[in-house]
């Protein structure tokens, strides 16, 4: 079984602040996906970026960093230069592993962590 | 990206009815949709895998009769709630993995938010 935790219910930063969104994960399967997504309150789910468990480097994405730790299972995901269109839930999301089949490509999701940024 | 279209994307009914949610991935294929549920300020829960051509698939606790799955087409996902009651009250979003490729990415919906009176 695989589970994500999420344990920031909440998080306040400054404008043009860096602020870090913490994520665990536990998993059994040798490969694995990990995913970032943002929920504003029209309730769309927004793809900010991905790490598969084989790759070298921490994934990057404009101002969204992935802090990939797999020794420590955390996929943190650090937003820079914070503005205030951020402000919103944000999800970390594991992929199943069972590449090819029908249950590759879902996901189990974190609690999320209500991002605010302040002016 | 994919563009993964959702219908309606508000809807009240009365309790009793039903009510259908149309899930359409508009410039890929899919042969596998899924469907979550989410509550308020809360997290993603997967209900139930849709599959072209086959009977979906449920998460364990997901009554299979009062949450109807059907995917007709490669682009076509429907999620029926029948006799909805107020504790059906929700969000619920799609999302569909495109059948060219092999990376797991997917593409979400807009959501629909339904409210049962």
């Known amino acids: 079984a695989q589970k994500i935790t999420q344990t920031q219910p909440g998080m306040f930063v400054q404008e043009k602040e860096a602020v870090t969104l913490d994520c665990t994960y536990d998993t059994s399967d040798p490969s694995y996906g990990l995913f970032w997504y943002k929920q504003p309150s029209s309730g769309e789910m927004i793809f900010l970026i991905y790490?598969?468990?084989?790759?070298?480097q921490n994934a990057t994405e404009g101002r969204y960093s992935l802090n990939f730790q797999k020794a420590r299972k955390s996929a943190n995901l650090v937003i820079s230069a914070s503005q205030l269109g951020d402000s919103a839930m944000y999800f970390c999301a594991m992929r199943g592993a069972n590449a090819g089949g029908t249950s590759y490509g879902k996901l189990t999701f974190g609690q999320g962590t209500i991002l605010t940024v302040h002016p | 990206g994919a563009v993964v279209s959702q219908h309606p994307s508000r809807v009240i009914c009365k309790s009793g009815t039903s009510v259908k949610i149309e899930c359409r991935s508009l410039d890929f294929q899919a042969t596998t949709m899924f469907w979550y549920r989410q509550f308020p300020k809360k997290s993603l829960m997967l209900m139930a895998t849709?599959?072209?051509?086959?009977?979906?698939?449920?998460e364990q606790g997901v009554e299979k009769d009062k949450f109807l799955i059907n995917h007709a087409s490669l682009t076509l996902s429907t999620l029926t709630v029948t006799s909805a009651h107020p504790e059906d009250s929700s969000f619920y979003i799609c999302?569909?993995?495109?059948?060219?490729?092999?990376?797991?990415?997917?593409?979400f919906g807009e959501g629909s938010r339904l409210t049962v009176l």
């Open positions: 999302s569909a993995r495109p059948l060219d490729r092999n990376t797991g990415e997917l593409f």
């Open positions: 790490q598969g468990s084989y790759d070298q």
């Open positions: 849709s599959n072209e051509g086959s009977k979906a698939t449920y």
